[in-house]
């Protein structure tokens, strides 16, 4: 199961699950694109990918 937190200029964040990462992906993108910062985190790891339009790299978050 994946994850993904889609977060807001008002810091407001709004999460998602998905089964499939293609479709994770592509939803990710859609927000991307959108000017939004996106959160990537798969169950029962403690790591996220925070990616935002302003970069191409994804940043690996450890909790």
């Known amino acids: 199961m994946f994850r993904i937190y889609v977060i807001d200029s008002d810091e407001r964040t709004i999460e998602l699950s998905f089964k499939d990462s293609n479709e994770l992906y592509r939803f ?6 959108h000017g939004y910062k996106v959160l990537i985190e798969k169950d029962n790891q403690h790591e996220a990918i925070q ?3 302003n970069t191409s790299d994804g940043v690996l978050l450890d909790d």
């Open 28 to 33: 990710a993108d859609v927000f991307i694109d």
């Open 51 to 53: 990616v935002d339009k």
